[in-house]
């Protein structure tokens, strides 16, 4: 009898310690992804993107939601919500680097009104090659970086606005951010060079890196037209492969990538909601 007692207060013994351990594991990972939250949100907020709040909505697996404010005044997205939610996305697609991986993670924009105007969610996987980046070293300054994007755009009659490399210097690297604005006299003007542009421009940010050394992570850019009316406003993230951009009606759009296939059974879907299309510029959906 005296063993039995024995052998139960042993288990007993046993079981508390699991149950303090396993607690102690799920407050620190509860600590940990509130922590991770936060830094996505303050990351944000010292990037100058109106960021509204960063929650988590599910801790097994981890998925927060995001939310932007637009400067909107209608169901439309404002041409700058180009820029701030393809640095959300930035942000959580790498926020392993700073923090836990995320499973998935839900972006929504509202305009000054409150209301829902757009919505996403994005899902990651391990094997994804965003999650599998590093961050990589600048071997070429930001001046002499922007004489090699000069020296291979091709403005074909465009005039070159804008052309600026700015570091990044965050998520555990040191990129460096690629701004370009060119300009033209019209929609026709601009359309007569944009192919031969356009085709220097995604060559260049194709091989940019590899073949000189540069460490560009973001790209924006924007073709206005004489009156300053914006008829591109392309961004891309380099390293975590996403792409968004407004486009005017009518512009030369053969650099526009073609509908992908319908997912295969099993894969999540991008979910999309409310990103209808302004009376002149056409949306593009992420990514």
């Known amino acids: ?129 965003s999650q599998n980046s590093q961050p990589a070293r600048t071997q070429v300054d930001n001046q002499n970086a922007e004489q090699i994007v000069a020296g291979n755009l091709q403005l074909a009659g465009l005039k070159l606005d804008e052309l600026a490399v700015t570091p990044e210097d965050s998520l555990g690297g040191n990129g460096q951010i690629l701004l370009i604005q060119v300009s033209g006299k019209d929609l026709a003007d601009v359309n007569g060079s944009l192919p031969k542009f356009l085709d220097s421009f995604f060559q260049l940010l194709d091989t940019i890196n590899a073949q000189h050394g540069t460490n560009i992570v973001l790209c924006h850019l924007r073709v ?30 053969d650099w526009i990538p073609k509908p992908a296939l319908a997912p295969t059974a099993g894969t999540p879907p991008t979910i999309e909601n409310g990103y209808p299309s302004p009376p002149t510029l056409t949306p593009q959906p992420y990514p």
Do not use: C
Not at 75 to 84: G, I, M, Q, S, V
Not at 232 to 252: F, H, K, M, P
């Open 224 to 253: 206005i037209d004489a009156k300053g009316e914006v008829l591109l406003d392309y961004v891309r993230d380099l390293e975590g492969g996403s792409t968004q951009w407004t486009a005017a009606e009518g512009l030369y759009s």
């Open 1 to 129: 009898m005296i063993k039995k007692r024995g052998y139960s207060f042993i288990l007993l013994i046993t079981i508390g310690i699991l149950i303090i351990f396993i607690a102690s594991v799920v407050v620190i990972q509860v600590n940990a992804q509130e922590q991770s939250a936060d830094d996505i949100f303050d990351r944000l907020e010292q990037k100058g993107v109106p960021v509204l709040k960063v929650s988590t909505i599910h801790r097994l697996p981890y998925r927060i939601e995001i939310d932007l404010q637009s400067a909107s005044q209608s169901d439309d997205l404002a041409l700058e919500d180009n820029w701030f939610m393809q640095l959300a996305h930035r942000e959580a697609t790498l926020a392993y680097r700073i923090g836990i991986r995320l499973a998935s993670y839900r972006l929504n924009v509202y305009n000054a009104a409150g209301a829902l105007i757009y919505a996403t969610e994005t899902y990651l996987y391990p094997e994804d090659l």
